[in-house]
């Protein structure tokens, strides 16, 4: 059982430059979300989703996209990046209402953005 | 909006004593609920311990124990006997409910608590 798998571990980009990290995950969980961890600020929420073909947007959305079309994956998209956009990346997952079924949250992607 | 806060940046304690990290929040919500989570060097984020608001009782999960104040909005972490694993980052999170009352799967996090325990 892998959990919540996401690629890659690191990343560098260059400003301008688009990219994909993936998140995974085989709970068969209905909930996913992407956070992002920056020192000194904690891990705030860009986007989630409470099922396939359903998404929303957290407290930090601008720049990134994201899309379910399965269960199983919800990739977070960077349509131009930017330096502001260096961070680490979380992917996190719950069964149901998260407070009975915690969050279980991938290894990060650690993307740099000169 | 919701802000929770946690004013230790650093902490450290001597291995087998007891440590408590600080956490305040606030919300005109009456229902949420609040979380522990656990970040060693390895990057992973663990949950501690979660706790209901409308639960008076404070939760417990072994050497790990909440003191709930709600009036006062402050949710503070216990860690007995530490031990050498325990050193981490420590973040604490709320989480409102969604309209039918079910968690929201937001959760809004702490600066956190980075815990050093001494040998």
């Known amino acids: 059982n892998a959990g919540v798998t996401q690629t890659p571990k690191f990343q560098v980009l260059k400003t301008g430059q688009s990219m994909t990290l993936q998140c995974a995950q085989d709970?068969?969980?209905?909930?996913m979300s992407w956070y992002r961890q920056d020192p000194g600020m904690g891990l705030r929420l860009i986007h989630y989703?409470?099922?396939?073909?359903?998404?929303d947007q957290g407290e930090v959305p601008n720049g990134y996209n994201v899309s379910r079309s399965t269960t199983e994956d919800f990739p977070l998209r960077l349509l131009s990046a930017a330096p502001s956009q260096t961070s680490v990346y979380f992917c996190a997952s719950s069964y149901g209402q998260t407070f009975n079924s915690p969050l279980h949250f991938g290894n990060g992607t650690r993307l740099t953005v000169t | 909006a919701q802000t929770v806060t946690q004013s230790q940046p650093e902490m450290s304690v001597q291995e087998a004593e007891t440590v408590t990290l600080s956490c305040t929040y606030d919300?005109?919500?009456?229902?949420?609920?609040l979380f522990w989570y656990k970040q060693p060097p390895s990057r992973q984020m663990i949950l501690v311990i979660r706790q209901e608001a409308y639960k008076q009782q404070n939760a417990t999960e072994n050497r790990f124990s909440v003191n709930f104040q709600k009036a006062a909005k402050s949710f503070s972490l216990k860690i007995s006997d530490s031990q050498l694993g325990d050193t981490a980052m420590y973040f604490c999170a709320f989480m409102k409910l969604g309209s039918y009352g079910g968690a929201t799967n937001k959760l809004i996090f702490g600066t956190g608590t980075l815990l050093a325990v001494q040998p």
């Open positions: 709970m068969n969980h209905e909930y």
């Open positions: 989703s409470v099922g396939a073909g359903i998404t």
């Open positions: 919300t005109s919500e009456s229902n949420y609920y």
